[in-house]
Nanobody, 125 residues
Framework: QVQLVESGGGLVQAGGSLRLSCAAS????????MGWFRQAPGKEREFVAS????????YYADSVKGRFTISRDNAKNTVYLQLSSLKPEDTAVYYC??????????????????WGQGTQVTVSS
């Protein structure tokens, strides 16, 4: 069983940047596809970005393409999400997810995911 803990959230101004981290324990993540999702007030949880086991393949929601970057460091058992050019509509709780033995694209739909507790990102005008 893999445990995930997100960190790095906070309050930033529009146009600013933030780097989120997802630290895994209990299992190594070298064989896991990893992803980031977010949930804004009054909305369903939505896909943000994902990355395959090696980091060679990434996917992004259209709303964040060109602004967010997902990366991983398997040696540190950690996944990152770099948020740049932030907009107020990016305000949400951001969740890390892990799925063993699936491709990066499949983490968007698979039910076999482990979740972190989330970290709050608030973007002010």
């Amino acid at each position: 069983q893999v445990q995930l803990v997100e960190s790095g959230g906070g309050l930033v101004q529009a146009g600013g940047s933030l780097r989120l981290s997802c630290a895994a324990s209990g299992r190594t993540i070298s064989a896991y596809a990893m992803g980031w999702f977010r949930q804004a007030p009054g909305k369903e949880r939505e896909f943000v970005a994902s990355i395959n086991w090696s980091g060679a393949t990434t996917y992004y929601a259209d709303s964040v393409k060109g602004r967010f970057t997902i990366s991983r460091d398997n040696a540190k058992n950690t996944v990152y999400l770099q948020l740049s050019s932030l907009k107020p509509e990016d305000t949400a709780v951001y969740y890390c997810a892990a799925a063993s033995g699936v491709r990066a694209v499949d983490i968007m739909s698979t039910t076999r995911r482990s979740w972190g507790q989330g970290t709050q990102v608030t973007v002010s005008s």
